[in-house]
């Protein structure tokens, strides 16, 4: 990606675009799991210095943009076709913007790379681990575990918005069973849990 599109301007744009702090909060959270998985990804093929910097760049970029346009284009044929349409505009990467299209079931666009799969997994359970720290007393991050989250998604009147098959669904595309998934992506705003607003205040 080129330097002047990176992630500080997608940050940017996610904050241009969408006033609502939920919104931006799961934009990033989404766009911390992605960026995960670009870790994992770069290292699985081999790719080091800044090869691997710009292509983990890219899952961070689709995370924060992908509901870009929602706060302003909710409706099914707007989001997210208009954010694309800027995006590519801007002269965004079409790796992106094929991943951002793809996280929408109704878009007609295929699943295809590893960042397509990887940003459709993580949109779901982002907004998932983020209910189940919202629900602990301490509204921190740090104290979910993996077997709770299984747990909640077992409960079906707790967050009951999210799609738990997205979840299992995008594990499944990812070849990763939940438990893995689940664990990737909580170690990954585990880490971040202070920027993304969930370190609650866990006890000492
Ligand atoms: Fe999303």
């Not at 299992?168 to 998934?181: D, I, N, Q, R, W």
């Not at 705003?189 to 006890?203: D, T, V």
Request: one cysteine or more.
């Amino acid at each position: 990606m080129s330097e002047t599109l990176g992630r500080a301007q997608a940050l940017a744009l996610l904050q241009e675009w969408t006033k609502g702090e939920s919104l931006r909060k799961h934009g990033m959270a989404v766009s911390v799991c992605t960026e995960a998985y670009g870790v994992l990804e770069a290292a699985r093929l081999g790719l080091s210095g800044a090869e691997a910097a710009e292509f983990v760049d890219m899952y961070a970029c689709a995370g924060l943009l992908h509901d870009m346009d929602y706060e302003r284009h909710p409706s099914l044929t707007e989001h997210p076709f208009v954010g694309v349409k800027y995006l590519r505009e801007a002269g965004w990467p079409e790796t992106v913007l094929h991943a951002i299209l793809a996280h929408a079931d109704y878009s007609g666009t295929l699943r295809e790379s590893h960042l397509d799969k990887a940003l459709f997994a993580c949109d779901e359970l982002a907004g998932f681990l983020t209910a189940c720290t919202l629900v602990k007393p301490s509204k921190s991050i740090l104290e979910v575990e993996v077997a709770g989250v299984k747990k909640k998604m077992k409960d079906k009147a707790f967050a009951r918005a999210v799609l738990r098959g997205d979840i299992t669904g995008g594990a499944e595309l990812l070849g990763l069973s939940v438990e893995e998934h689940v664990r990737n992506c909580l170690n990954a705003m585990q880490a971040r849990a202070e920027e993304l607003g969930l370190l609650g205040s866990p006890p000492a």
